[in-house]
């Protein structure tokens, strides 16, 4: 397959085109035509022109005190090559390939926790608990944990209020909400929730 040699889907310098703005001149869709590092739209609604840094709203620095009861840090979202989101958990041979919802957890981490790579444990947050296994990687970093989503088991039920186990599995239970930035934009820290890791001694 192969992009054709002009036309709306030729992939590059669309710019130059006037491909990407409804008045069809050449440059970008902003007020300006060009690459905005100061939005002019921004300014104009009474908001910071420039981008700029804002801690996260639950952190080691913004909430210290849920910092000490949950001490690291969740990053949520980890793909997976065989799934596109939370599809296609029902399909055998993808689910054996990867069978089971992961949590990346860094070597010290793990040891520091008496954790073993391949055991269940629970990723606790103060909104609740699911169920992962552990993968112990070098590629974590030591206080950051990193967990798959979208997960729900299609062999168990799916009746409420099991819902194929999304409550015991599915790590969208343990973000928050509502943290939109004053421009709107932005929502739940996927990248930036805390959290602690127990074993599982069932």
Same mark, same amino acid.
């Given at each position: 397959?192969?992009?054709? &040699?002009?036309?709306?889907?030729?992939? +590059?310098?669309? #710019?130059?085109?006037? @491909?990407?703005?409804?008045? =069809?001149? !050449?440059? %970008?869709?902003?007020?300006?035509?060009?690459?905005?590092?100061?939005?002019?739209?921004?300014?104009?609604?009474?908001?910071?022109?420039?981008?700029?840094?804002?801690?996260?709203?639950?952190? &080691?620095?913004?909430?210290?005190?849920? +910092?000490?009861? #949950?001490?690291?840090? @969740?990053?949520?979202?980890? =793909?997976? !090559?065989? %799934?596109?989101?939370?599809?296609?958990?029902?399909?055998?041979?993808?689910?054996?390939?990867?069978?089971?919802?992961?949590?990346?957890?860094?070597?010290?981490?793990?040891?520091?926790?008496?954790?073993?790579?391949?055991?269940?444990? +629970?990723?606790?947050?103060?909104?609740?608990?699911?169920?992962?296994?552990?993968?112990?990687?070098?590629?974590?970093?030591?206080?950051?944990?990193?967990?798959?989503?979208?997960?729900?088991?299609?062999?168990?039920?799916?009746?409420?209020?099991?819902?194929?186990?999304?409550?015991?599995?599915?790590?969208?239970?343990?973000?928050?909400?509502?943290?939109?930035?004053?421009?709107?934009?932005?929502?739940?820290?996927?990248?930036?929730?805390?959290?602690?890791?127990?074993?599982?001694?069932?």
């Amino acid at each position: 397959w192969e992009y054709p &040699p002009e036309g709306p889907s030729k992939p +590059y310098y669309r #710019y130059e085109r006037g @491909l990407l703005r409804q008045d =069809r001149q !050449p440059g %970008f869709n902003t007020p300006t035509g060009k690459v905005e590092l100061w939005a002019k739209r921004y300014e104009e609604w009474g908001l910071d022109p420039l981008p700029y840094y804002e801690e996260p709203a639950e952190s &080691p620095v913004t909430t210290p005190e849920i +910092y000490r009861e #949950y001490p690291l840090i @969740l990053t949520t979202g980890r =793909r997976s !090559p065989v %799934f596109f989101h939370s599809e296609h958990r029902m399909i055998p041979w993808l689910r054996e390939i990867d069978p089971d919802p992961i949590v990346e957890i860094h070597p010290q981490t793990a040891k520091d926790l008496d954790i073993v790579n391949g055991e269940w444990v +629970y990723i606790e947050s103060k909104r609740g608990k699911v169920k992962f296994k552990a993968k112990v990687t070098p590629t974590a970093l030591p206080q950051v944990v990193s967990a798959a989503h979208g997960w729900w088991l299609p062999e168990t039920d799916g009746r409420e209020p099991n819902l194929f186990s999304t409550w015991q599995h599915n790590i969208n239970n343990l973000t928050s909400m509502g943290n939109q930035a004053r421009s709107g934009f932005g929502g739940t820290d996927y990248r930036a929730s805390l959290c602690r890791i127990t074993k599982i001694k069932d």
